[in-house]
């Protein structure tokens, strides 16, 4: 194989991943702007929300729980120590 048949090889092969890359961009803002008209995506994007707020909340509430057993918890050691 000598240089200028690789290099039209490179240059077939790029423009086939250009034109793949295009479609499939093409494909995702086509399929993204069909989600936002329709309401199965707003129910989509509610879901997460909710999801996403009872994670949070779920975690905040650990923070808590944890940060607060801390005293208490040096008092039992302390008792327990010999």
Partial sequence: MNV???LRLI???TNAVDI???NATAKL??????????ED????VEWVAVAAA???GALSIAFIIMNGLVAPARNIASQLSP
Avoid at 29 to 38: A, G, K
Avoid at 41 to 44: A, C, L
């Fill in 11 to 13: 240059a077939v092969r």
């Fill in 29 to 38: 803002v086509r399929r993204t702007s069909q989600l936002s008209r329709s």
């Fill in 41 to 44: 995506g707003v129910v989509t």
């Fill in 4 to 6: 200028l048949s690789t």
């Fill in 20 to 22: 793949f890359y295009r």
């Fill in 54 to 56: 009872v994670t949070l």
